[in-house]
């Protein structure tokens, strides 16, 4: 296992498509976050998961956003009817419990 | 509502100098972390500090905390070029959450 994996690393797309996210965390960690990162700013929580539940989510996560991960190992993140606000990288991370959180390399999306 | 901030927000030292990155947060918290991030890659964890009197150290970099003063610091000594790039720091809350600071941008000039 060499860590958090995340696909596509970039995606551009035409404001009001879809996209969806993936992510794998570390096998043995329990708990897989959502964050998302703008330019020149520190990333900012959207939500987490322990094993398949929904913990917590954001107030930044409107309703166009949802987050599923079924079967407490892969998680999705899709957004819909895209706006150009919404270009930023998102970030995946898992940890094992509260211990220290892995991240994954991002996917940068692209809204035109 | 957590508040992290950092100072400076931005950075140019020379190599060879020392200098202290601030962190202050506005709520209790039972941990610190300190990340890195080259441009366009992903955070790297630095440092994981857990109680107050913390001091962490790996090669030219320093962590310390102080939660009764809600304070981390980052210090470099003698830095050089391969430590340019932005440093975060980041308060876990309840529930795991992490909230963030905007970063240091950190150039080490030769």
């Known amino acids: 296992d060499t860590g958090v994996s995340q696909n596509p690393r970039h995606k551009i797309t035409k404001r009001g498509q879809n996209v969806t996210f993936r992510c794998d965390p570390i096998s043995e960690h329990n708990r897989l976050y959502w964050y998302r990162q703008t330019l020149g700013q520190g990333p900012e929580f959207l939500t987490y998961f322990q094993n398949e539940a929904q913990l917590e989510k954001s107030r930044l996560l409107s309703d166009r956003f949802s987050a599923e991960r079924p079967k407490g190992s892969f998680s999705t993140l899709e957004i819909q009817r895209t706006e150009q606000g919404d270009s930023a990288m998102y970030l995946c991370?898992?940890?094992?419990?509260?211990?220290?959180?892995?991240f994954g390399s991002g996917t940068q999306l692209s809204v035109l | 509502e957590l508040k992290v901030e950092q100072n400076p927000l931005f950075l140019s030292m020379q190599e060879g100098k020392n200098y202290t990155i601030y962190c202050n947060y506005s709520?209790?918290?039972?941990?610190l972390y300190w990340y890195r991030q080259d441009p366009g890659k992903s955070l790297e964890s630095l440092f994981v500090l857990l109680s107050n009197g913390a001091v962490k150290q790996e090669g030219r970099l320093m962590a310390s905390l102080d939660t009764k003063a809600r304070l981390s610091t980052l210090h470099i000594t003698a830095a050089v070029h391969d430590l340019s790039a932005t440093y975060f720091c980041?308060?876990?809350?309840?529930?795991?959450?992490?909230?963030f600071g905007e970063g240091t941008q950190l150039t080490v000039n030769p």
């Open positions: 709520t209790t918290s039972d941990r």
């Open positions: 991370a898992s940890s094992f419990h509260e211990e220290g959180l892995f």
């Open positions: 980041a308060v876990q809350t309840s529930g795991s959450r992490l909230t």
